[in-house]
């Protein structure tokens, strides 16, 4: 044991072995975190698809809307792109068959001829160099311009769209070719002669009309092979589109994810195709911008994650709430008030635990009992008793075992659990410096025994399985505390264990006996009691017997006690006398006339019923009173005197005899034994033995004799075994004699030999053939 804890801090300390309220708070926490998390980790996922696909369905419906119009759109743009390829073709036929021969007076006319606008053959240093309109020669191309553009390009021959011509103004449709030699044409048609194409061929004015719908940034046309046909920003247009390195998805690119690994972009390109005439004429490429729908995305994920924080610290409030309820609970459950001590109730969950436990702890256990407590309790009253309590508790606590544990057991017991301890040697040390913590009045003057702690102790080996076993064993200990206090203590050892068993077994027999009496598992035999002078048979005395299954004898002081301390005294008792009565009954039946003596226990007298049960007995085996007598022993008078003599007045008064038997050996008092309602008394067997050993002067028997008859009251010796002891007794004047000189106990058949042989003492008599009497004459 630590220092003195407060239980508060030990059931703290404990909760975390037994899966209780700290444990199930622990877990509860656990399990309300992790699913709060995951709870906002698939929300933030619900609301991002949710999003993604909105823009999806959105980018779709809008490509979808614009799809027929492209498709008119790129068809006029073919027919433009024929017709100005068709006049291209025919300039360029014209160029090869001229050569250097043609000139721009040749141009105007072959314009004239195929309808265009303008013809212009570009120089090697990019100046135009023939045209049909005059003033255009001699001029050069700016950087940049779309010419310059294809020039520089390499390509073969491109269209552009239809754009003002830099010089006049006009919107003319231009489309270029490159000679074999090197030489570029320029064919310009006025967009006026194409006046029903040119809306839609207008690629860029639809691409431009897309951008205004929600969060379209850019619209690119691509070609089958990803050049740029056409873009929004009339930018980019002939270059080719890179390819996507990697599978992206739109949901990937917005971001925002707690396990995000790719970067989130700004745009994204959704591609849908385009087809014409069944044949795919490339790809619309939508670029949706995602910052709306990431900031929509990110506003929803705070809201989501406010509620679940608010949530998660609601729960964390009703955890705390029950955890503080439940330990209150607990406190009320398994702290005992008044010492502030763990209960019996939290002893058995602690032990319940270790005992379950593997591998297991070396573990004892040890009872602690306050002798004389009740008493103390009494005397001084209630409040004194707690303080005594309390004090014992603090002092054991105070001595700081190691791998000790107290628990306040029952009203004047502790218990303690004590792990790892180093050997049996250091649990007898240990109890030895325990049994001092018993507190004592300034100059209280009482025994020993009274003044030391008395302990049973258990070392709870791998055999015991059950709380309830170990708990049974360490009592059984503690019972075994010798009284005489020279060892404090008793551990539990396999002889108890027998004991228990043994006592168990003879408790199961008398409750046998008592559902059947006539088995005769408890049976009766028979001692005479003589008249001194005469010698003939005055009396015999009922001595109890059993016939056990598991044991060759039980002697009757031993199930008499078991039978006392169980509850099976009364019953047994009435069958006894039942049993006795029907033995004079067969007496008298037989014409002999003895009385009989019964045993009677304190149990039996002090029941409320007890004079009407005697009576009942007589009358219906038909038994004279005056031939019954009843032996009870001085202890009787012990609990309540008065109420058991009152109860003997009463028998007396019916006629029945009473003696008291073992005298001398109790609390015997002469004085008392005339207010007495007895007639006999039976001098203990130590005063007859003590004949034979000591001298005339040392001795008291007789003088026991004469006191008693002073009272006016007859003797009876038991226990005489030597001629010796019989003059003595005789010449004291002693009543009546009875021990083995005269009989052993007898069956009821050799009782009744003995009365017609009285003065033949036969040492072969015994009860029963095959059983043995109980040594006592061996
Ligand atoms: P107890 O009533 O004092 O009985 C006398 C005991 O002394 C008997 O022992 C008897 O056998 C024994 N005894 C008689 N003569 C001699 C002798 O010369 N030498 C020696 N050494 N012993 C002698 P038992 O039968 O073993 O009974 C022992 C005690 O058991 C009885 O003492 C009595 O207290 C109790 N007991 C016996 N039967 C009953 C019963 O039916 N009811 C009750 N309540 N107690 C009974
Ligand atoms: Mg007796
Ligand atoms: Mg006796």
């Known amino acids: 044991m630590k220092k003195r ?48 696909k909105e823009l999806e369905i959105n980018a779709n419906n809008l490509a979808f809307g614009y799809n027929h119009s492209l498709t008119k759109t790129v068809e006029a743009s073919n027919v433009v792109s024929q017709l100005i390829n068709e006049k291209l073709e025919i300039i360029s036929g014209f160029i090869s068959n001229y050569g250097q021969g043609l000139t721009s007076e040749d141009l105007k006319k072959i314009a004239l001829m ?7 053959i570009y120089g090697d240093s990019g100046e135009i160099r023939l045209s049909n309109v005059d003033e255009y020669i001699g001029w050069i191309p700016p950087d940049n311009h779309p010419v310059r553009n294809f020039i520089l390009s390499g390509a073969t021959s491109h269209i552009d769209p239809i754009r003002d011509n830099t010089i006049t103004g006009h919107a003319v449709l231009y489309g270029y070719a490159r000679m074999e030699d090197g030489q570029i044409v320029q ?46 920003s009339g930018e980019e247009i002939g270059n080719v589109l890179p390819e996507n390195s990697q599978e992206e998805t739109l949901y990937d690119a917005i971001g925002i994810g707690l396990f995000q690994s790719v970067q989130p972009k700004d745009y994204f390109d959704v591609y849908e195709p385009v087809y014409i005439n069944g044949q795919n004429a490339g790809d619309l490429v939508i670029g949706i911008s995602l910052e709306n729908t990431r900031n929509a995305v990110k506003e929803l994920n705070r809201s989501v994650t406010v509620v679940l924080i608010m949530l998660y610290l609601a729960a964390l409030l009703m955890i705390h709430l029950l955890n503080s309820k439940n330990r209150k609970l607990s406190y009320l459950a398994y702290e005992d008030e008044l010492t502030k001590l763990p209960n019996h109730k939290y002893l058995r969950r602690i032990l319940r635990y270790e005992l379950n436990k593997s591998p297991r702890d070396k573990i004892a256990l ?122 404090p203590y008793a551990f539990f050892d396999e002889a108890m264990e027998e004991r228990i068993k043994r006592e168990n077994l003879i408790d199961k027999e008398l409750r046998t006996a008592i559902e059947n009496p006539h088995e005769e598992i408890i049976y009766l035999a028979f001692q005479p009691i003589v008249d001194s002078r005469s010698e003939n048979v005055a009396a015999f ?8 299954k598991y044991y060759d004898f039980v002697p009757p002081l031993e199930f008499i006690e078991i039978a006392e301390k169980n509850g099976l005294m009364v019953p047994l008792g009435q069958i006894i006398l039942e049993k006795a009565l029907d033995f004079i009954k067969n007496s008298d039946d037989q014409g002999y006339s003895v009385r009989i003596a019964v045993n009677i226990s304190a149990i039996q007298v002090l029941q409320e019923n007890f004079v009407s049960m005697v009576k009942k007995a007589l009358t219906k085996s038909g038994v004279k009173p005056s031939d019954l007598e009843l032996e009870i022993t001085e202890t009787v008078f012990l ?65 026991i004799i004469n006191m008693v008859h002073k009272f006016g009251l007859k003797t009876v010796a038991e226990g005489i075994e030597t001629q010796k002891e019989r003059d003595y007794l005789r010449d004291a004047g002693c009543d009546f004699l009875q021990g083995y ?10 009782s009744f030999s003995y009365i017609k042989c009285h003065s033949i003492m036969d040492d072969n008599i015994t009860i029963e053939s095959g059983k043995a009497e109980n040594g006592m004459l061996s």
């Open 5 to 52: 804890r407060t239980f508060r801090r030990q059931v703290d300390q404990m909760f975390r072995k037994p899966r209780d309220v700290g444990f199930l708070s622990k877990v509860s926490l656990l399990l309300v975190t992790t699913f709060l998390c995951l709870a906002l980790i698939m929300i933030s996922r619900g609301i991002k698809k949710h999003f993604v």
């Open 114 to 120: 195929i309808s265009v606008e303008e013809i212009d």
């Open 187 to 232: 064919v310009g048609i006025n967009a006026k002669v194409l006046q029903n194409l040119i809306q839609e061929f207008e690629v860029n004015d639809l691409l431009r009309e897309m951008l205004t719908h929600n969060n379209v940034e850019y619209v690119k046309y691509i070609s089958a092979s990803r050049v740029i046909l056409d873009s929004s």
């Open 366 to 487: 040890v009872l602690i009992d306050i002798p004389r407590f009740t008493r103390v309790t009494i005397a001084r009253g209630y409040e004194k008793g707690n303080v005594i309590l309390r004090t014992i508790a603090k002092n054991i606590e105070a001595l700081n075992i190691p791998g000790a544990e107290l628990f306040r057991y029952s009203d004047e017991k502790f218990m303690m659990l004590i792990k790892n301890y180093d050997s049996k040697e250091s649990l007898m040390g240990m109890m030895d410096a325990l049994s001092s913590a018993i507190p004592m009045e300034d100059g209280e003057n009482i025994e020993k025994r009274f003044r030391t702690l008395t302990f049973g102790a258990l070392e709870v080996t791998e055999k015991y399985r059950r709380v309830g076993e170990a708990l049974v064993d360490v009592m059984i200990a503690m019972d075994n505390v010798k009284e005489d206090g020279a060892k």
């Open 541 to 548: 005395e009922a001595l109890a017997r059993m016939n056990s």
């Open 639 to 703: 609990s309540n005197y008065d109420l058991v003599n009152r109860k003997l007045g009463q028998l007396k008064e019916l006629g029945v005899l009473i003696a008291i038997d073992d005298f001398g050996t109790g609390y015997s008092s002469f004085a008392r034994l005339k207010e007495l309602h007895v007639d006999t008394v039976k001098i203990d067997q130590y005063f007859i033995g003590r004949i034979s050993t000591l001298s005339p002067k040392e001795l008291i028997t007789g003088d």
């Open 741 to 750: 000189l005269y009989s052993r106990p007898l069956s009821e058949e050799k």
